[in-house]
């Protein structure tokens, strides 16, 4: 059973940074691709980025196309998401999930993901 704890949620001003963390457990990642998503409130879940674990191909979301940063440890299995000049837009839960997608590309879609961890609250203030 995969396991995934985010962490790192917060209130945080416009224009500034924060950094999610999610700790994976339960299984081996080289064939999975971990991402995160977000969910406003009346919006549905949307893709902010992801990493395939083997290579550490990543994917972004043009909404936070060069103002983040998703990275992963192997050694602490742990996925990063370094989010900088941050936009009351960007206030969500997010939550970070996991796919058995071997060496195919990283999926923007939700349904391709069936583990998920508990949301972070992330609130940007303007």
């Known amino acids: 059973q995969v396991i995934l704890v985010p962490s790192g949620g917060g209130l945080v001003q416009a224009g500034g940074a924060l950094r999610l963390s999610c700790a994976a457990s339960?299984?081996?990642?080289?064939?999975?691709?971990l991402a995160w998503f977000r969910q406003a409130p009346g919006k549905e879940r949307e893709f902010v980025a992801g990493?395939?674990?083997?290579?550490?191909?990543?994917v972004y979301a043009d909404s936070v196309k060069g103002r983040s940063t998703i990275s992963r440890d192997n050694s602490k299995n742990t996925m990063y998401l370094q989010m900088t000049s941050l936009k009351p837009e960007d206030t969500a839960v997010y939550y970070c999930?996991?796919?058995?997608?071997?060496?195919?590309?990283?999926?923007?879609?939700?349904?391709?993901?069936?583990?998920w961890g508990r949301g972070t609250q992330v609130t940007v203030s303007s």
């Open positions: 999930a996991a796919a058995r997608l071997y060496a195919r590309p990283v999926s923007t879609t939700v349904n391709d993901y069936n583990y």
């Open positions: 990493i395939r674990w083997s290579d550490s191909s990543t």
């Open positions: 339960g299984r081996t990642f080289s064939d999975c691709t």
